[in-house]
């Protein structure tokens, strides 16, 4: 197909019947859109989740499985309740309510995995059968046939080639007189075994399908009419951004802006797809889009938060002039898998931040007892917490005179811990005390932005 759009629809466009049917009008009105994939039903991973841990008391567990019931119950009641639909759930709650027993004996991340994929497994089968209905032809389509991944189970790493010659083969001779329905988050390993790509990763999922079937346009479609200059829950004058760069978009995303999954613009960037992030409820209030260039490119563009940071510092005298010692401690992380956010260095001392911030499916953050042994054998290890990270977003910022003294004038009186400035043209972060994040955003909004 020379066009095609893939729709990506997060938890909170497809809670109901109603907002199903929201996103299903969305889906019809443009012929491009052959490809969706959804989210689970807002609310039903949390529940997943949960239930994985194996730490519920019987009752409690009853109550998740209720709970998860109501929510698939309440959709199948509009639909009318339809034979073949309801088999299907009842199908796919049995088998959670199975994974969850199986949970409390022994539970380890291959079986969450298992769990929290069936809400994308249930939302997907329900949105397959409204479009039915409605008398469109829907094809309900199981991701794991070309979401090839590694058994990082958690947060599983795609295959990218893999992905590529599957969806060729699976997926794109369906394309030409289906809407295919799919899930996000999911995958699965070479042995067929159920992995997740991480919390938020619907929306990567959706990027790899759209990069893989080599898509005109990716819409990103959510509970805000797109990214704005800030979060508007927090400056009530935050303003939503027509344009924005993939550059500028994928800093925001990586430092706190939650429209998008930090790794969702990497397979677009590449392919060049044009990303829509627009809001389901709102569709005619039009959104955002994510381009390579831009027309507009302003020094200061919005300003992300990120919170529940944590601060690692590392000291030991054998830094003095000596080699090596920052490739011990980036060793002891990539074999845990970790990935570092910001860093600075002293001649004794390196602090830095690492992306643990629903790294995984399960929210366990990746800085286990394991990594702090491995960390407190090669030298002096300090956690700090309730932490913040800021960051402002925009263009040549590392090049233009004064931009920094802006920033930091503004915040005279604030007691800032960490400064990283100048690896990028396109940010300037800091880390603050959680107790002084919203007052630093809404101040630089208000004096940079406003």
């Not at 095609?4 to 969305?26: P, Q, R, Y």
């Not at 209905?133 to 590694?150: E, I, L």
């Not at 030298?379 to 004064?402: F, H, P, Q, T, W």
Request: aromatic share 4%; glycine share 6%; proline share 3%.
């Amino acid at each position: 197909m020379s066009q095609l759009t893939v729709a990506k629809f997060g938890g909170t466009s497809v809670a109901d019947a109603h907002a199903m049917a929201l996103c299903a009008k969305i889906v019809t009105q443009n012929p491009q859109t052959r490809v969706v994939a959804l989210s689970a039903s807002a609310g039903v991973t949390n529940l997943l989740v949960a239930l994985a841990q194996g730490t519920l008391s019987q009752e409690e567990r009853q109550a998740h499985l209720t709970r998860l019931t109501h929510i698939q119950d309440a959709i199948l009641d509009a639909l009318g309740r339809p034979d073949a639909a309801c088999q299907q759930i009842q199908t796919i709650l049995a088998e959670v309510a199975q994974l969850a027993e199986q949970a409390v004996q022994e539970t380890d991340a291959a079986l969450v995995d298992r769990l929290v994929a069936q809400g994308e497994l249930m939302s997907t089968r329900l949105f397959t059968e409204l479009l039915t209905q409605q008398g469109h032809k829907a094809s309900w389509f199981d991701v794991r046939r070309v979401m090839r991944t590694d058994s990082l189970f958690g947060k599983a790493t795609p295959a990218i080639e893999a992905l590529r010659t599957l969806c060729q083969q699976e997926l794109s001779p369906l394309l030409t007189d289906h809407i295919v329905i799919t899930q996000g988050f999911i995958g699965a390993n070479a042995e067929g075994q159920t992995t997740t790509l991480g919390r938020g990763g619907s929306d990567y999922s959706a990027a790899l399908l759209a990069e893989a079937l080599n898509a005109s346009e990716l819409e990103i479609w959510t509970d805000v009419p797109g990214i704005y200059t800030t979060d508007p829950r927090l400056v009530s004058s935050a303003r939503p951004i027509d344009e924005i760069s993939f550059a500028e978009a994928a800093e925001m995303a990586t430092f706190g802006a939650k429209v998008l999954h930090p790794a969702t613009l990497q397979p677009a960037l590449r392919k060049g797809i044009p990303v829509f992030v627009g809001s389901s409820k709102a569709p005619e209030a039009g959104g955002t889009w994510v381009r390579g260039k831009t027309d507009s490119t302003p020094l200061f563009r919005a300003v992300a938060l990120r919170r529940n940071q944590q601060l690692l510092t590392l000291q030991s005298p054998s830094m003095l002039g000596a080699c090596g010692f920052l490739a011990e401690v980036f060793s002891i992380l990539a074999k845990h898998r970790i990935s570092v956010d910001l860093i600075t260095t002293s001649e004794v001392s390196v602090s830095l931040t690492l992306d643990h911030t629903g790294s995984q499916s399960s929210g366990k953050s990746m800085l286990s007892d394991a990594v702090l042994a491995e960390l407190s054998a090669l030298c002096k290890v300090k956690v700090e917490e309730d932490l913040a990270l800021v960051a402002l977003i925009g263009n040549r910022m590392s090049e233009v005179n004064g931009a920094g003294s802006r920033v930091f004038d503004t915040l005279d009186d604030v007691n800032i811990r960490l400064i990283c400035y100048g690896a990028s043209p396109h940010n300037l972060c800091f880390l603050v005390r959680e107790a002084d994040a919203v007052s630093v955003v809404q101040r630089l909004h208000q004096q940079l932005l406003g």
